[in-house]
């Protein structure tokens, strides 16, 4: 595929390019007419790619229609390890960027996810699934979304993540790629996004994680989780609960402004993860960064209780 730069320097022409102009309204200029000679006339079909479409416009290339719908930067990401647990994935010194696309094809199938990139300068970022260990059709982003993984199915489109460095020189230049081969387009990623991207990811300490060891039957326990934001940027802890005994997990999503600390409860049924007294169940708090358990032991009720 090539690059941009190779791409304009080459002088292809873009065959059937057509903006909607869903955000600005406007519309594809008329194709130039060119006489040859007195008795012949053509029409030409060349179109420059087409550069800084506002994230959200609809555009038309070459009969497939596509609107991007949605962007937006995680410094973690919250998924399904298995059917009962969940767990969280941060990579290693990038975000991971979702993007969400309407894609309808005139004909045929949508294209390819890989007709898609996040482009800065030079480099371009192809789509990623699995994200670091997370695939991404269980994956559960933030931000709103609710699109599936991207499709190529009659109704196409849909979720694709990419993972961008954090802090990335280029970020002001962020843009959505879609290029068929034959067929160009751009669309600048809001201002706000590339902002983010262009700054340091969010850490977080986790203070505190600490409950009962003992509960009586037919009470509720209640864990107690604090956390810090140790960075200079806000951001969102996640953290997945998952206990033992009725197998079962519990997302958890904490906004927190640079430098605040915060802290949640969460009430545990203890009825609902025994079947008897003297039993035992887990609750095991994944952060991304580490995985920490306590044990609660459910006990009988004392007469006087």
Same mark, same amino acid.
């Given at each position: 595929?090539?690059?941009?730069?190779?791409?304009?320097?080459?002088?292809?022409?873009?065959?059937?390019?057509?903006?909607?102009?869903?955000?600005?309204?406007?519309?594809?200029?008329?194709?130039?007419?060119?006489?040859?000679?007195?008795?012949?006339?053509?029409?030409?079909?060349?179109?420059?790619?087409?550069?800084?479409?506002?994230?959200?416009?609809?555009?038309?290339?070459?009969?497939?229609?596509?609107?991007?719908?949605?962007?937006?930067?995680?410094?973690?990401?919250?998924?399904?390890?298995?059917?009962?647990?969940?767990?969280?994935?941060?990579?290693?010194?990038?975000? !991971?960027? #979702?993007?969400?696309?309407?894609?309808?094809?005139?004909?045929?199938?949508?294209?390819?996810?890989?007709?898609?990139?996040? /482009?800065?300068?030079?480099?371009? #970022?192809?789509?990623?699934?699995?994200?670091?260990?997370?695939?991404?059709?269980?994956?559960?982003?933030?931000?709103?979304?609710?699109?599936?993984?991207?499709?190529?199915?009659?109704?196409?489109?849909?979720?694709?993540?990419?993972?961008?460095?954090?802090?990335?020189?280029?970020?002001?230049?962020?843009?959505?790629?879609?290029?068929?081969?034959?067929?160009?387009?751009?669309?600048?990623?809001?201002?706000?996004?590339?902002?983010?991207?262009?700054?340091?990811?969010?850490? #977080?300490?986790?203070?505190?994680?600490?409950?009962?060891?003992?509960?009586?039957?037919?009470?509720?326990?209640?864990?107690?989780?604090?956390?810090?934001?140790?960075?200079? /940027?806000?951001?969102? #802890?996640?953290?997945?609960?998952?206990?033992?005994?009725?197998?079962?997990?519990?997302?958890?999503?904490?906004?927190?402004?640079?430098?605040?600390?915060?802290? !949640?409860?969460?009430?545990?049924?203890?009825?609902?993860? /025994?079947?008897?007294?003297?039993?035992?169940?887990?609750?095991?708090?994944?952060?991304?960064?580490?995985?920490?358990?306590?044990?609660?032991?459910?006990?009988?009720?004392?007469?006087?209780?």
């Amino acid at each position: 595929m090539p690059s941009r730069r190779q791409y304009l320097k080459a002088g292809v022409g873009l065959v059937g390019v057509g903006l909607a102009g869903c955000l600005s309204g406007s519309e594809s200029p008329d194709a130039e007419t060119e006489t040859e000679d007195d008795s012949t006339a053509t029409t030409a079909t060349e179109t420059p790619a087409i550069e800084g479409l506002p994230f959200g416009t609809e555009t038309t290339v070459n009969g497939v229609t596509i609107t991007p719908e949605t962007v937006h930067p995680q410094a973690s990401v919250f998924y399904i390890s298995n059917v009962d647990w969940g767990d969280i994935e941060r990579l290693d010194d990038e975000w !991971v960027v #979702f993007v969400s696309l309407s894609v309808r094809a005139a004909s045929g199938s949508p294209p390819e996810k890989d007709s898609f990139r996040l /482009v800065a300068g030079d480099e371009e #970022f192809a789509p990623q699934d699995p994200v670091g260990d997370a695939p991404l059709n269980v994956v559960r982003p933030g931000g709103g979304i609710t699109a599936s993984p991207y499709s190529t199915e009659e109704d196409g489109g849909g979720l694709l993540a990419f993972a961008v460095p954090e802090a990335i020189d280029s970020a002001s230049d962020l843009r959505l790629q879609y290029d068929d081969g034959d067929a160009i387009a751009h669309w600048s990623l809001p201002d706000d996004t590339k902002a983010r991207i262009a700054g340091p990811r969010p850490t #977080f300490e986790l203070v505190t994680y600490d409950g009962p060891a003992q509960v009586p039957e037919g009470e509720v326990a209640e864990l107690t989780i604090t956390v810090r934001n140790t960075s200079s /940027v806000d951001g969102v #802890f996640r953290g997945s609960l998952n206990t033992t005994g009725l197998y079962a997990f519990h997302e958890l999503s904490l906004p927190l402004e640079a430098g605040a600390e915060e802290t !949640v409860t969460h009430p545990l049924p203890v009825n609902n993860f /025994v079947g008897e007294p003297n039993s035992s169940f887990s609750c095991n708090l994944r952060t991304g960064e580490s995985e920490y358990e306590h044990s609660i032991e459910v006990v009988p009720k004392s007469d006087d209780s």
